[in-house]
């Protein structure tokens, strides 16, 4: 809604931009047509920086709903009940992320380090001779080893990975436990039960599993570990980004209320410029009222109440002279029952097709959809401040 909004005020504006305005009054000079026009201009360049930067904050809280149900889970924890605590930059989450990548690749190392022992015990038994170097297919004749082996696996590969600099080696210690399985599945499966060679690895994965489950865990508990910083920096990340475009929203919304007021300037000056409203116009006018619906026609009442405060906008029962009203004042209600009853279709009379009245008319939507971008960007900072300070459960 918000992007179509915008689209929409820009058109408006560019409308604005191309009426004839050297007939907007009999007041007017050369001077004030042409300074109307570079406001415009003006406008519609601030309209199109705004989008963007608008576009931008949209698309944040869109993703963010979006990925909430997968990160409320993290945010209960215990760790991140302090919702409120100072939110750290981008930058410093950068440097705490390299050093936390660093810290939990120095405690992977130890643990790969302990298995390396485990395994040098696996290696020495006497039993671990055939499978210390690669199957040698083509020298012993196994013709269908690899319509049956899928992976081969041996020590020394596994101890070359190990010692890999390049990294192309082990990132994790349940990979190395995964391919030492692997080596004696491996002969497991091509190996007759009765064979010698399936009975020495059966034995081998037997006591490795033994000695596996001592390392375990460690393992485990560096997982968590892992799991509990990943959780925490993604939630700080994600508070450091809603706080920037919170900021943001908030500048938006403050510039919109710079442009409504200029708007508002804008507005008002073209209008005092057009002709006044004539007695049929006006008797016209009182008859459109009559034919708004309840919505438009509270409304109505508004434009009313925005010129003249004492006047009782909200009370039940209203009584408005249309002959005490302001110049002003006609000219938004013309212009506003007659795009009220258009949409509704429901106007059966002529539109009025004067260069000043069409001025009038821009000049109104502009300020109509700056206003409806000001609540909108309202809504979006007290949303920011709500996500900011929700409460975990």
Not at 247 to 266: I, M, P, S
Not at 376 to 391: F, G, H, Q
Request: aromatic share 6%.
């Amino acid at each position: 809604m918000i992007v179509f909004q915008m689209q929409l005020l820009s058109m408006e504006c560019a409308d604005a931009s191309n009426l004839d305005l050297e007939n907007v009054g009999p007041r007017a000079n050369g001077g004030e047509v042409d300074g109307f026009r570079c406001s415009v201009d003006e406008l519609l360049m601030k309209i199109d920086k705004l989008e963007q930067r608008v576009n931008e904050v949209e698309k944040f809280y869109l993703n963010t709903s979006i990925k909430q149900p997968n990160t409320s889970k993290n945010a209960s924890s215990g760790k991140h009940k302090d919702k409120d605590k100072h939110v750290p930059g981008f930058k410093k989450l950068q440097q705490e992320a390299s050093r936390r990548e660093a810290a939990a690749a120095k405690r992977m190392q130890e643990l790969m380090r302990q298995f390396g022992t485990i395994l040098r015990q696996i290696t020495q038994h006497k039993w671990a001779w055939p499978f210390m170097q690669p199957v040698d297919v083509a020298g012993l004749g196994l013709h269908d080893y690899y319509e049956i082996i899928d992976r081969p696996m041996d020590f020394s590969t596994i101890k070359n990975q190990m010692e890999a600099m390049d990294g192309t080696g082990y990132k994790h210690v349940r990979e190395i436990s995964a391919d030492v399985r692997l080596v004696f599945k491996n002969a497991m499966k091509y190996n007759d039960d009765k064979s010698d060679v399936h009975l020495m690895a059966k034995t081998l994965l037997e006591k490795f599993e033994e000695k596996w489950l001592q390392l375990l865990p460690k393992v485990n508990e560096e997982e968590k570990r892992r799991e509990e910083e990943e959780a925490e920096a993604q939630l700080n990340m994600q508070l450091a980004q809603e706080s920037a475009h919170a900021k943001l929203a908030r500048d938006l919304c403050n510039e919109l209320y710079e442009v409504d007021t200029h708007v508002e300037e804008l507005r008002e000056m073209v209008v005092r410029r057009c002709r006044k409203i004539s007695i049929e116009e006006k008797r016209n006018l009182g008859i459109a009222l009559t034919k708004l619906s309840p919505d438009d026609l509270s409304k109505a009442l508004e434009i009313v109440a925005q010129n003249n405060p004492l006047f009782p906008a909200s009370a039940e029962e209203v009584e408005l002279d249309i002959d005490t009203q302001s110049e002003l004042t006609l000219w938004r209600l013309k212009f506003f029952t007659k795009d009220a009853l258009e949409v509704h279709g429901k106007s059966s009379s002529k539109g009025d097709n004067s260069n000043s009245a069409n001025v009038a008319a821009a000049n109104l939507n502009i300020s109509a959809a700056f206003r409806r971008k000001r609540e909108i960007c309202d809504a979006l900072v007290k949303n920011a401040k709500k996500r900011n300070k929700k409460p975990s459960k």
